[in-house]
């Protein structure tokens, strides 16, 4: 039995027959109530779905752009056009900061506005 069969079967038990209407006109206002309730929280929750995509969908761009790929030697490191790996050192909100595998004082970073990558620096020295 469903949950508003079991509401509907309670208030003929249990509710006086004079006061059966204004109980099930609660009921249908509590049940009205919440399917708004359900749609606004679904509706901004889809929203919020929809903005990570976009977010997803223009840092793959981003990557690719800036020939930034997956390493073929390990899962945790990312390889640029010219072939050097990088590890994730640091992240922030404002940035990710790499070090480069194999080389002391070298670094790279992307800069991120609200988590779409904007700009990468290219490797630098410290």
Partial sequence: MGGTALIYFVFLVLVPEESRTNAIWITLGFHGISAI?????????????????????????????H????????SDLIEDDEGNR???RETRDDAIVFTVV??????AAISLNDGRMVSYSGIVTL
Wanted: glycine content about 10%; hydrophobic content about 40%; proline content about 0%.
């Fill in 37 to 65: 309730v359900g749609v606004i929280w679904g509706t901004s929750i889809k929203s919020r779905e929809m903005t990570e995509i976009s977010i997803a969908q223009h840092n793959l761009k981003f990557l690719e752009d």
């Fill in 102 to 107: 194999g080389r002391r004082g070298l670094r």
């Fill in 86 to 88: 990088l590890r994730v």
């Fill in 67 to 74: 020939g930034l790929r997956d390493s073929a030697f390990e």
